[in-house]
């Protein structure tokens, strides 16, 4: 008993040490601004319903639930999931079932006294249960399990973050193509306008009541609307096959039919306002920096595990089942035999590996500090870059839209003195052609201001529930 003493409280002082030498997982506290965000949606979680388009709704949902990337992310998941198994794992005793035989002979130094001459040869058949466990007095298996779980949480968060931004481009996407259909629309009528008045110009010149220097002007800007409607006409293709990738789509659904959507353009019109008052702190809720988050938490369990490497090791193991010279007889109640025993590892010779180990987990946990703040600093900064570029594509909108009343009054007007007899059907189209190129100019500014939208969503960490994810884990 004398003897065992001292090793009690060897063990006794390698946990004590190990338990005190723990890394902080808390991340740093970021220098937040004051007060609220200028502006900032209420509703982020699902912010695509605020359109209120059930298309839009549709589209997000097919492709988050058969997008490639989405898909790939999931089994990210899937296998830290195994992962934090396995480490979970490292605290049950590992069972097994071993069989073994060997022949030889004995040395008579090692005989029995009871044996009268050693055997020259023979076969030796050893079965049963095998018992193995590791006592995890250093606390080297805790912090490996705490690395596990917190890389399961930034897979999650990785998850919900591909799938955010996933709805983000299915949204743009849409937008697009919406803005694209009213875009043809508009060029087709262009088209015809500007065709018609230039069947007009040329039987003013039959008449002599028209220059050269029309005609060209007018073939010119025919051929530039033309040339615009094929170029629209190629866009909406292009853009329709994107979405059906991003959709998660096979090639024959891409070749076969394009993504359903209404080509109206007032559905770009019934884009949500954005209220102020919501406050900056906000901003951590992001799936990229609470994965970043996360990621530090695994790199700091991954410097206690490292450091608990310095301390021993203890070990339990046992064995029970049969020891006999015949197999047949392995099985009978006579070779039964066990043993239990336990050991006791201290590294020595490799301390100088482990302290390498240790400024290795160090160093990665100074870059993963490193790319947790940087992750936050860009998310303020996205988010401010986003609020300018909403505020920038809302006034161009209010322009856009104050240039399409005004040519549009002056449209009714110039029909109104059509029916008076005081201008001409060329006056009328000159005056359409106008109306229309502020028509696309007007439609590219709702575009960009729904665009705009959906960047300040995702900016604010937008597009999934923690509580959803957390129940999805």
Request: hydrophobic share 45%.
């Amino acid at each position: 008993m004398a003897e065992i003493r001292p090793l009690i409280a060897a063990l006794a002082l390698a946990g004590l040490l190990a338990g005190c030498a723990t890394t902080p997982t808390a991340p740093p506290q970021l220098e937040l601004p004051q007060g609220t965000l200028a502006s900032a949606p209420v509703e982020l979680e699902r912010w695509w319903t605020s359109f209120q388009d059930p298309a839009l709704t549709g589209l997000i949902d097919e492709a988050l639930a058969n997008n490639v990337d989405v898909l790939a992310a999931q089994q990210r998941l899937a296998q830290s999931r195994a992962e934090l198994g396995l480490a979970n794992s490292a605290f049950l005793p590992e069972v097994g079932l071993a069989l073994s035989g060997s022949r030889g002979s004995a040395s008579g130094d090692v005989q029995q006294p009871r044996q009268a001459q050693p055997t020259p040869t023979g076969n030796q058949y050893r079965g049963g249960l095998t018992l193995s466990y590791e006592i995890d007095l250093s606390g080297r298996l805790r912090a490996a399990r705490t690395a596990a779980d917190a890389r399961l949480a930034a897979s999650r968060y990785a998850r919900e973050g591909t799938a955010a931004s996933v709805a983000g481009q299915v949204a743009k996407a849409y937008f697009t193509l919406l803005h694209l259909d009213a875009d043809q629309a508009l060029a087709t009528q262009a088209l015809s306008a500007r065709q018609e008045a230039l069947g007009l110009r040329h039987k003013l010149l039959s008449a002599g009541m028209a220059r050269r220097e029309d005609i060209q002007l007018a073939e010119a800007q025919l051929a530039s609307t033309r040339a615009s409607l094929v170029q629209t006409e190629a866009l909406r293709e292009r853009a329709e096959a994107s979405l059906a990738v991003l959709l998660g789509r096979s090639p024959r659904q891409i070749m076969a039919a394009a993504p359903p959507r209404e080509p109206v353009l007032a559905k770009l019109a019934q884009a949500p306002e954005i209220p102020a008052g919501l406050h900056a702190e906000l901003l951590q809720r992001r799936p990229d920096v609470r994965a970043a988050e996360a990621q530090l938490v695994a790199a700091s369990a991954g410097v206690d595990e490292a450091r608990a490497r310095y301390f021993p090791s203890l070990s339990l193991s046992g064995f029970f089942g049969g020891e006999s010279l015949s197999l047949s007889n392995l099985l009978e109640s006579s070779t039964r035999t066990w043993n239990i025993g336990a050991a006791i590892a201290q590294p020595l010779v490799g301390l100088y590996r482990v302290g390498r180990q240790v400024e290795q987990a160090q160093a990665v946990r100074e870059q993963v500090l490193l790319t947790y703040q940087q992750t936050a600093r860009q998310a303020y900064a996205d988010t401010r870059a986003a609020l300018a570029a909403h505020r920038a594509a809302r006034e161009q909108l209010v322009a856009a839209e104050s240039t399409a009343k005004a040519v549009a009054a002056v449209s009714e007007l110039t029909n109104l003195r059509l029916r008076q007899g005081a201008a001409s059907r060329l006056d009328l189209l000159d005056v359409e052609n106008d109306r229309l190129s502020v028509e696309r100019n007007r439609a590219t500014a709702l575009r960009d201001r729904v665009n705009a939208l959906v960047d300040v969503y995702q900016a604010l960490g937008g597009g999934w529930s923690e509580t959803v994810a957390a129940k999805a884990q």
